[in-house]
């Protein structure tokens, strides 16, 4: 089985990325969603990103040092294909 394994700025890109398929629009004005809520309620918008990154567990998606300890926990590595993609073998 391959998956991804990116670093934790890949994956804030990837969650602003989300939160901004919508705009906001005030007065005539446009905004970005992720920086209205980074900058508003940055607590809201760190719990948001960490259940981005775990529902990206669902693509074999793992972000380094948040959820890629899931992965030692069901299995090895046994080739690293390079650009940060793995194959691994499951625990039986």
Same mark, same amino acid.
């Given at each position: ?47 948001? +990103? +960490? ?34 993609? +793995? ?6």
């Amino acid at each position: 089985m391959d998956y991804l394994l990116i670093e934790e700025y890949e994956a804030r890109k990837m969650y602003d990325e989300f939160l901004d398929e919508s705009i906001v629009e005030i007065n005539g004005l446009t905004f970005d969603p992720s920086r209205i809520v980074s900058t508003l309620d940055p607590i809201s918008y760190k719990i948001g +990103f +960490f259940k981005y990154a775990e529902s990206l567990m669902k693509k074999n998606i793992y972000v380094v040092d948040i959820t890629d300890d899931e992965i030692e926990d069901t299995g090895e590595i046994v080739e690293d294909r390079g650009d940060n993609i +793995f194959t691994f073998k499951p625990n039986k």
